[in-house]
C-alpha cells in the first residue's frame, strides 16, 4: 500500500520560513495529482497547492498563500515540497500532502474528496 510521509513542520515566528517535505512509497507517475492541504481548528481542511499535471511542474496556488509559498516535487527523491515563505499566524495549521491515484485528471484540485492518499499531517505554528 502506498504511503504519504510528511515532515518539516514546526514553530516559527511570523515572517520566517519552513520547508515541509512529503515522502512517497509509490512513484510519482501513478499519481495523476499531487496537493498541499492543510487543516486550523475549527475549520475545513482547505488546499493550499496543487499540481495540475503528472508529468510536468504545471501547478495552481490558493489566493491567500500566493506569492508566499511554493510547490515542488524530486521525481527521483520521490518527494514533494512546500517552501513557505513570509510566514502569518493564520499560517498555523496541520499540513497534509495528497495523492489522487483514482481520479481522471483535470481537477478539481482543491477538492478534498478528488484526493484517495493522505499523510498523517505535520504541524506547523506561526506565533506573532
Known amino acids: 500500500e502506498a504511503q504519504l510521509v510528511e515532515s518539516g513542520g514546526g514553530s516559527v515566528q511570523a515572517g520566517r520560513s519552513l520547508r515541509l517535505s512529503c515522502d512517497s512509497s509509490?512513484?510519482?507517475?501513478?499519481?495523476?495529482?499531487m496537493a498541499w492541504f492543510r487543516q486550523s481548528p475549527g475549520k475545513e481542511r482547505e488546499g493550499v497547492a496543487a499540481f495540475t499535471d503528472t508529468f510536468s511542474d504545471l501547478a495552481t496556488v490558493a489566493d491567500s498563500v500566493k506569492g508566499r509559498f511554493t510547490i515542488s516535487r524530486d521525481y527521483v527523491k520521490r518527494t514533494m515540497y512546500l517552501q513557505m515563505d513570509n510566514l502569518k499566524p493564520d499560517d498555523t495549521a496541520v499540513y497534509y500532502c495528497?495523492?489522487?491515484?483514482?481520479?481522471?485528471?483535470?481537477?478539481?484540485?482543491?477538492?478534498?474528496?478528488?484526493?484517495?492518499?493522505w499523510g498523517q499531517g505535520t504541524q506547523v505554528t506561526v506565533s506573532s
Open positions: 509509490d512513484t510519482f507517475y501513478n499519481f495523476n495529482s
Open positions: 495528497a495523492a489522487a491515484r483514482r481520479a481522471l485528471g483535470g481537477g478539481p484540485w482543491f477538492e478534498r474528496s478528488y484526493y484517495d492518499l
